[in-house]
T-cell receptor
């Protein structure tokens, strides 16, 4: 069935470096994409979102890139900090009104001091 | 604390027992969602409510799972005759209207079936 998945299960970076987390999706009807951060023992926390009519969106230290041609989504974190260590999930929805989000399996980001 | 609250945080139960979890959404949020998350996986959608109406329940894992939101405020998720495969984190989220952007998750209830 349609699914959202991630290329790398674990990413280790040095503090201060930039991080890139990738995600592939298969549902061509997906219209809305979200990145979540989940720390141990907590629920997912919204980071940034993007609509399918955009290819780039920037937030504070984070950028999401969307390539609809190859159905690829990425999250870039600038100047990665120890507090960024967590599991990151991409999620998709056919539209912003969609009730259910479909999540990928997650990438663990480890920031080395 | 004005976030989504879930109770209990942890539950250990024997196989075959029934369990019930509670979720208190953000007060102005009219939509409430339940997800299940197993270790290393992303959350899996189960069901959602708009006010007291359960608008999607086809994704509930089996007829042993049921959810209610009787007054459009807090919600409960019940699992009857628990099985070891039910061990997981059960997450609740809430939002206002159609805005997925405003989805806020609780910290979840960790269920262990022994």
């Amino acid at each position: 069935g349609e699914s959202v998945g991630l290329h790398l299960p674990t990413l280790s970076v040095q503090e201060g470096d930039n991080s890139i987390i990738n995600c592939a999706y298969s549902n061509s009807a997906s219209d809305y994409f979200i990145w979540y951060k989940q720390e141990s023992g907590k629920g997912p926390q919204f980071i940034i979102d993007i609509r399918s009519n955009m290819d780039k969106r920037q937030g504070q230290r984070v950028t999401v890139l969307l390539n609809k041609t190859v159905k690829h989504l990425s999250l870039q974190i600038a100047a990665t900090q120890p507090g960024d260590s967590a599991v990151y999930f991409c999620a998709e929805s056919p539209d912003t009104g969609r009730r259910a989000l479909t999540f990928g399996s997650g990438t663990r980001l480890q920031v080395q001091p | 604390d004005t976030g989504v609250s879930q109770d209990p945080r942890h539950k250990i139960t024997k196989r075959g027992q029934n369990v019930t979890f509670r979720c208190d959404p953000i007060s102005e949020h009219n939509r409430l969602y339940w997800y299940r998350q197993t270790l290393g996986q992303g959350p899996e959608f189960l069901t959602y409510f708009q006010n007291e109406a359960q608008l999607e329940k086809s994704r509930l894992l089996s007829d042993r799972f049921s959810a209610e939101r009787p007054k459009g405020s807090f919600s409960t998720l019940e699992i009857q005759r628990t099985e070891q495969g039910d061990s997981a984190m059960y997450l609740c989220a809430s939002s206002f209207g159609d805005r997925v952007h405003g989805y806020t998750f609780g910290s979840g209830t960790r269920l262990t079936v022994v």
